[in-house]
């Protein structure tokens, strides 16, 4: 996927998690950051980041906050990259082979999850979340707390146990990762229930992104230490 007109700048601070103020060269701007996480090790006073320029002439915020600098490495933090990139992805064929329609927003059960695909063995189901933490080089998720992801885990079981295809898959929004792994400190439910469904039939995989400010795409498979 590529963005409009991107523009650098430095991060100021976040007043909350729906906006920030960057210094740019047009002057300190006030921004929607497209990441309601936490994202306290990425959003640090001083730190290079990267804002797309809103094309709505009636919104609040002329800029989106979509990438930020850690340690040299580029890390894209647009919520709505990870859906948007395995979609292009599955749709050129990256991830299952024969794949006949591409369903986002899928209802199953007491939930909605991001993909239906459909294949000559039927459909396969998958929830895909997207990994902005990163220490020493292995990625983590989640960031924060997410009960949603604990449903939809254990929403990925119960298709799997019912004989449907069923995946958790990260994307990881930076290269060159190591591993990616339930964040255990954070969140322990997530990664019992991730746990759980993996040795009841759900996939677990990972790939890394190649990130540049203007654009993201999926790159290479990262193991999945559980």
Same mark, same amino acid.
């Given at each position: 996927?590529?963005? &409009?007109?991107?523009?650098?700048?430095?991060?100021?601070?976040?007043?909350?998690?729906?906006?920030?103020?960057?210094?740019?060269?047009? &002057?300190?701007?006030?921004?929607?950051?497209?990441?309601?996480?936490?994202?306290?090790?990425?959003?640090?006073?001083?730190?290079?980041?990267?804002?797309?320029?809103?094309?709505?002439?009636?919104?609040?915020?002329?800029?989106?906050?979509?990438?930020?600098?850690?340690?040299?490495?580029?890390?894209?933090?647009?919520?709505?990259?990870?859906?948007?990139?395995?979609?292009?992805?599955?749709?050129? &064929?990256?991830?299952?082979?024969?794949?006949?329609?591409?369903?986002?927003?899928?209802?199953?059960?007491?939930?909605?999850?991001?993909?239906?695909?459909?294949?000559?063995?039927?459909?396969?189901?998958?929830?895909?979340?997207?990994?902005?933490?990163?220490?020493?080089?292995?990625?983590?998720?989640?960031?924060?707390?997410?009960?949603?992801?604990?449903?939809?885990?254990?929403?990925?079981?119960?298709?799997?146990?019912?004989?449907?295809?069923?995946?958790?898959?990260?994307?990881?929004?930076?290269?060159?990762?190591?591993?990616?792994?339930?964040?255990? &400190?954070?969140?322990?439910?997530?990664?019992?229930?991730?746990?759980?469904?993996?040795?009841?039939?759900?996939?677990?995989?990972?790939?890394?992104?190649?990130?540049?400010?203007?654009?993201?795409?999926?790159?290479?498979?990262?193991?999945?230490?559980?």
């Amino acid at each position: 996927m590529r963005y &409009g007109t991107v523009i650098p700048g430095r991060f100021v601070d976040r007043p909350n998690r729906f906006v920030a103020h960057v210094d740019t060269a047009e &002057g300190i701007q006030t921004v929607h950051v497209k990441n309601t996480g936490r994202c306290r090790e990425l959003l640090v006073p001083g730190a290079a980041v990267y804002l797309e320029r809103g094309t709505n002439p009636g919104r609040k915020t002329a800029f989106d906050l979509i990438a930020v600098e850690k340690g040299g490495r580029l890390i894209n933090m647009d919520a709505q990259a990870p859906n948007r990139v395995f979609g292009e992805w599955t749709a050129a &064929g990256g991830f299952l082979p024969q794949v006949t329609a591409v369903r986002p927003e899928f209802s199953y059960g007491e939930s909605r999850l991001d993909f239906c695909l459909e294949t000559p063995e039927g459909p396969h189901l998958v929830e895909v979340k997207g990994v902005t933490l990163e220490r020493g080089g292995a990625a983590y998720f989640p960031d924060a707390p997410t009960e949603r992801g604990v449903k939809h885990i254990r929403e990925l079981q119960r298709a799997a146990e019912a004989g449907l295809g069923a995946t958790l898959f990260f994307v990881v929004q930076m290269e060159g990762v190591r591993s990616v792994s339930p964040n255990d &400190g954070t969140h322990p439910a997530f990664g019992a229930a991730l746990r759980e469904a993996a040795a009841h039939g759900v996939a677990v995989r990972a790939f890394d992104c190649t990130v540049t400010p203007e654009s993201v795409a999926i790159r290479h498979p990262v193991p999945v230490l559980l």
